[in-house]
């Protein structure tokens, strides 16, 4: 009885849950059906004789009874059959506004079929040995074909011709370079998006089979040597490159073409958005200045990264800085057992902790505020965590600052590693790797002194403890924290002017992921007492990154926008280097990571100097850099340096000039 009654029960939600979410009559779908089956009835009779007319000419009194009577007493059935074949192939259920090469195949085969059914009903109802001619049948296919197609496209055709015309005053003129399969989607998706202010002109392609030929009804009007007068010619407003598979040197090829037209350049990001199916204008991108660097972006072995990062507890100190963030970022995503941030800016360190809590939720992740300066708390959060690899990113890094406060760069920097290096040596920590700076090498300010500094205490701390110390060594990193290319984009938003330090100032570049990602692949090739050099690629003159910058946001270098040379900053040089000269270089497996050969340091001498360093830093002497330089004695004022490397310069331009005159 209970079973019955559970039943009925369950019946009775059932026909509720029903009522509830019955939907609404569609009535404007209804109405649109209704006028397809009326226009599709009227296209099988006009097919039906005005394929006759055509057979005989027009000339509807030559016409056999014989053949007109099966034809008209064969109509009911072969409209009947005919709407029923087009419901088989959804002809009346599919989006035509959004029809494609599947909805155009279904519209043909449907009317073939009813070209069949035709054959078929006609020999039922003939009247004579003679059949109707086989023309007819080829006739009322095409026929019903033209006059279907024309009912389902039509909608498409007016919609589109209406859209330009809305936009012609106001739309982008764009130029697609790139006239292979990702180009065509994207050229679909501009020609019939109802909602895009694009205005599609023409496409750049360096196959020279499809030049003067026709895409979406765009030409394709040459290579990248038409790219300038084309731009011209049809007044284009944005350059986007559609081709995912070209590597970087040619991309950086193009664009440098691409940068002297005053257009907006956007690109599709990669080959892998081809293969799943993701080309769309929405996921095209800004074109930024990496893009520019000439060079293919850095490869590492993800595997031996997994290896040593899987299943052990990871401390990032300045996890919330530029760098520190990316660390955590890629150290996340490899399955660390435990992965604790240490910062002492409260700010970063919870945007950062939000982020991977939403990314990574089954991540056991730790999130500390604390100061390296304080030994006390570095010891017990050691002690409480125990960490197996220590990523040491934080640091005063900002040079012209540190100039005006090289006290607190000492405290911070050189105590705060001594402390942070000690805590990990006492814990029984495997691997200590230290983020360092190009400005080490041949130091012209505080900063790059007392980052040099810390590499003389990692290297002295692994020949007596067990945790394998090391450091890694790189130039600047595109969008950091300080960085100069945030600092542009600023003054270009704010309508400039752009200021440039020196005319000839150079630096070695890299992107964020890139350097962290050669960071972590560093750390697992660390013995012990490296310093490991990341190859950065050639020098950029920060000259060159202000008129790309300039460019890239569609604006005329010196017209729209203006650069300004202020002159060098305090402790800043011309170039920075990747080497002491007293250094040699081993390579790795990884082609881009090197390893300086470490100095001898005479640690008595050292360790008195480094005491003596710290408390001048903290009774705040003035006379600081000369107990700096009495640690690293290769630390000069940089407009001794600069005026050797201008020298050099205009040594090197004579000595070109008078080779270039002896030749001619």
Not at 52 to 74: N, Q, S, T
Not at 259 to 287: A, F, H, W
Not at 299 to 321: A, E, H, N, P, Q
Not at 597 to 603: I, M, Q, R
């Amino acid at each position: 009885m209970n079973a019955v009654k559970k039943r009925n029960v369950k019946k009775k939600n059932r026909v509720s849950n029903t009522n509830q979410t019955r939907k609404p009559f569609n009535y404007a779908k209804f109405w649109r059906r209704a006028a397809l089956l009326v226009y599709d009835t009227m296209s099988v009779i006009l097919a039906s004789f005005l394929s006759l007319m055509i057979r005989y000419e027009f000339h509807i009194g030559e016409i056999p009874d014989y053949f007109y009577r099966p034809v008209l007493e064969a109509m009911p059935f072969t409209v009947a059959a005919t709407i029923a074949i087009f419901f088989l192939f959804k002809l009346y259920d599919s989006l035509w506004a959004f029809a494609g090469e599947t909805e155009m195949q279904n519209l043909v085969f449907a009317c073939a079929c009813s070209g069949l059914v035709n054959i078929l009903v006609l020999y039922l109802f003939r009247h004579s040995a003679q059949p109707v001619p086989m023309s007819y049948y080829f006739l009322y296919i095409f026929l019903l074909i033209t006059l279907v197609f024309i009912s389902r496209f039509s909608y498409r055709f007016l919609r589109s011709v209406k859209h330009r015309s809305a936009n012609k005053d106001n739309a982008v003129n764009v130029m697609l370079v790139g006239a292979g399969e990702a180009g065509n989607i994207i050229a679909r998706e501009i020609l019939q998006s109802h909602y895009s202010t694009m205005n599609l002109r023409c496409f750049v392609d360096d196959d020279t089979s499809k030049w003067g030929r026709y895409i979406q009804g765009i030409k394709v009007v040459g290579g990248r040597d038409q790219i300038l007068e084309a731009a011209d010619a049809y007044n284009i407003d944005e350059i986007i490159v559609a081709i995912p598979s070209i590597s970087r040197k040619e991309l950086s090829k193009i664009l440098d073409i691409c940068k002297n037209t005053s257009c907006k350049m956007r690109v599709l990001p990669g080959i892998y958005q081809l293969v799943n199916g993701e080309v769309s204008v929405s996921k095209l991108r800004d074109v930024e200045v990496d893009d520019l660097l000439g060079r293919e972006p850095v490869r590492v072995d993800i595997d031996s990264i997994i290896g040593y990062v899987r299943g052990k507890v990871i401390l990032v100190t300045g996890g919330g800085g530029s760098i520190g963030s990316e660390l955590c970022r890629q150290i996340a995503a490899h399955g660390p057992k435990q992965l604790i941030i240490l910062d002492i800016y409260e700010n970063n360190a919870y945007d950062i902790q939000q982020e991977l809590r939403s990314k990574y939720p089954q991540l056991d992740l730790v999130v500390l505020i604390a100061s390296i300066r304080n030994v006390e708390r570095l010891n017990w959060i050691f002690a409480h965590y125990h960490p197996d690899i220590v990523y040491h990113a934080a640091a005063h890094k900002h040079v012209p600052l540190m100039e005006d406060s090289p006290c607190e760069a000492i405290k911070n920097n050189v105590a705060g590693t001594f402390n942070t290096a000690m805590a990990a040596a006492n814990n029984h920590v495997e691997r200590f790797v230290m983020i360092s700076t190009d400005k080490a090498v041949n130091p012209t300010n505080i900063m790059g002194a007392s980052k040099r500094i810390c590499e003389m205490i990692i290297q002295v701390f692994n020949q007596h403890y067990d945790t394998n110390f090391v450091a890694v060594r790189f130039g600047n990193v595109l969008g950091s924290n300080g960085s100069v290319i945030p600092l542009f984009k600023k003054q270009i938003a704010e309508g400039g002017p752009v200021t440039v330090t020196d005319p000839n100032i150079i630096r070695y570049f890299m992107t964020i992921p890139e350097a962290v990602s050669l960071v972590l692949q560093a750390g697992a090739y660390a013995k012990g007492g490296e310093i490991f050099v990341l190859d950065m690629g050639e020098p950029v003159r920060i000259l060159d990154l202000a008129k790309n910058l300039i460019r890239l946001s569609g604006y005329k270098v010196g017209e729209d926008i203006k650069i300004e040379f202020t002159g060098l900053r305090p402790g800043e040089k011309l170039y920075e280097e990747m080497l002491m000269d007293e250094e040699g270089l081993r390579e790795t497996a990884n082609r881009q990571i090197h390893i300086g050969k470490p100095l001898e340091v005479d640690e008595d001498t050292f360790f008195c100097q480094l005491k003596a360093l710290k408390d001048a830093a903290y009774r705040e002497d003035p006379n600081i850099r000369e107990y700096v330089r009495a640690i690293v004695p290769t630390y000069r004022k940089n407009t001794e340096v600069n005026q050797e490397a201008q020298k050099k310069q205009q040594e090197e331009i004579q000595a070109a000039k008078e080779h270039k005159k002896a030749c001619s």
